[in-house]
């Protein structure tokens, strides 16, 4: 898939590249969106978190971008070097094809790390082309002015304490604010850009031809050596690995935190107010990322999150949102404040965009069950957990022995009011019965008499309460009708057989109400209010989680269809975002790791059941 080169700014031309029509490249602390024509339109530095230095992909005038294309009119397509995170957007013109080559160095030493570099090679491999190039960071979300220092074949921006520093093999001259270049070549020949993060009165080191082919030699092994540890051998193996590659890339190497996105305030729909920052570690999403990587044989990564965990998730940091968050910085800070940037129109106008999440102080009780089932697999596949992880676990379910029959937000966040959703009774059971099995197995001290008890309450209150006889199936929350798409992940908790008449029966209700062409919704807004106007598209995780309930239930030819296609869905590489639209465009925040590792699961369980 592709565009042209010509696209952006010029008469008739999209202002703005849709949320789809992205590659992703990063370096396991920040990550760079690179559109289909050459134009990277998201970076911030030198984290995930950090303000944006290229943000048009939020605001196509004020928000900053570092432009690569051909002059001339060109088709372009993208892929990625094979079993890596290396873009490749070929350009196809008239005269000759050519290619830029993006990627961010990864495996280096710390002074390596430090650096944040971002290379763009470009090569004309038939014909001849001429390129352009402009780069034009806007610091800060484009809240802060920057000076530009050029010297020969390199310019420096600098913003405050931020300084990035732009090499190149070609000649650059300044434009006011930014620095733009025209060049050409011919077969055989390439030029190299470089842009790395460097101090204030540090001399940009120029990144030559010879030194730009070693960094991308070595980021490519770095790339196969990780996924050459993947054990998933299946029919959707080029799926499946991009899935992992694109999760690897979401999670912070200094922490061993994962994002549950990448970017900010990419709308759930257009024009829509459902624009949220989704650039922290949210446990749940988290939890779930650690499965679908143990499941594939991903230990190392399993590991950093446990570590994150010990070292930043306490029990005893204890708020009234209960003794976890939901969410935390990738440095295991607590304090997310949710604000609005006023100046950023959004993608497509979508405003507010927003930073920081106001999520963050909610009560979503399924964190606990998430949490303790990836601590729980984690000691089944890759290593015993220690005593003080275990004395953790234990606080973690005295608590929600205790408050487990609160209201809370649940799983979608709503902002309409707390309420007994069933979902978050449903993973406090997990929780419970997860600790339990992991006390019995390894002989670990435990409460098990008082465990196993509210276990079993736990139990029958969802079976008595969160069961419609009107409808013939489990519902949303305790005494209501509506449906909603969570529920699918009671049979693959176990909670409940997969062949149970009652979940059959919801199975069914689900289908009819809730699926449209395989794709499925949360949930029906008009008949649960959220708080929020709108609608939204289908939610991409309740898509795989349906894909697997209809395996359980033994539907296997029903299941492989709905995968398939799912699959039609995905971008020209492989990537989701959060939703997908009634007319198939993805929206939300992206990639979205919740549907990369859903993906994951249910390709592996379909997998299992065709044997």
Known sequence: MGGTAQDRGGPGGRRYVPIAEHGLIGDLRSVALVGTDGTIDWYCCPSFDAPSVFAAIL??????????????????????????????????TEDGVGEVQDFMPVGGGRAEAERHRLIRRVVCVRGSIPFRTRVAPRFDYGTRPHTVRLTGEAAVFQAGRLSLALTATVPLEADGPDVRGDFKLSEGESAVFALDKVGGDVTPRRCAHTEAEEQFTATVAYWRRWLSA????????????????????LTYAPTGA????????????????????????????????????????????????????????????????????????????????????????????????????????????????????????????????SSDQWD?????????????????????????????????????????????????????????????????????????????????????????DVLDAAVLMMPLTKFIAPTDPK?????????????????????????????????????????????????????????????????????????????????????????QAFTHLALISAAFNLDRALG
């Open 59 to 92: 605001d196509a005038e004020r928000g900053g971008c570092f432009e690569l294309a051909a002059a001339v009119p060109a088709r372009t397509k993208q892929f990625y070097f094979p079993d890596t995170n290396v873009l490749i957007t070929r350009f196809f």
């Open 230 to 249: 993947s054990r998933y051998k299946g029919r959707w193996r080029e799926m499946v690995h991009r899935s992992a590659l694109t999760l690897k890339l």
């Open 258 to 385: 994962i994002v549950a996105a990448p970017t900010t305030s990419l709308p759930e729909r257009l024009g829509g107010e459902r624009n949220w920052d989704y650039r922290y570690v949210w446990v749940r999403d988290a939890a779930f990322c650690v499965y679908a990587l143990l499941r594939l044989g991903f230990t190392g990564e399993a590991e950093a999150f446990m570590r994150f965990v010990s070292r930043h998730i306490s029990p005893g940091d204890g708020t009234h949102s209960g003794p976890l968050q939901i969410m935390y910085g990738i440095d295991g800070r607590t304090e997310l404040p949710e604000r609005e940037l006023d100046h950023l129109e959004g993608h497509h106008g979508s405003a507010p965009v927003r930073v920081g999440n106001a999520a963050a102080d909610q009560l979503q009780l399924d964190i606990y069950g998430a949490l303790i089932d990836s601590i729980y697999l984690y000691d089944k596949w890759a290593q015993p957990v």
């Open 392 to 480: 953790d676990v234990c606080a973690l379910v005295d608590w929600v022995c205790t408050h487990w029959d609160q209201p809370d937000e649940g799983i979608w966040e709503t902002r309409g009011g707390r309420r007994n959703f069933l979902y978050s009774r449903l993973m406090c059971w997990v929780a419970i019965e997860r600790a339990i099995r992991m006390a019995n197995r390894r002989g670990l001290p435990a409460d098990l008499p008082r465990w196993r008890e509210c276990r079993d309450t736990i139990y029958r209150r969802i079976m008595s309460r969160g069961w419609s006889e009107r409808r013939r199936a489990f519902v949303q929350h305790e005494d209501g």
């Open 503 to 591: 979940w059959l029966s919801t199975l069914d209700a689900l289908t009819e109400e809730l699926v449209s062409d395989s794709l499925v919704y949360r949930y029906d807004p008009r008949s649960s209010p959220d708080g929020l106007r709108g609608d939204e598209g289908t939610f991409s995780i309740c898509s795989f989680w349906y894909v697997e309930a209809l395996v359980h239930a033994g539907r296997i030819d029903e299941a492989r269809l709905a995968f398939e296609k799912m699959l039609t869905y995905a971008n020209h590489l492989g990537l989701y975002a959060e939703e997908i639209s009634h007319t198939g465009e993805q929206q939300g925040n992206f990639p």
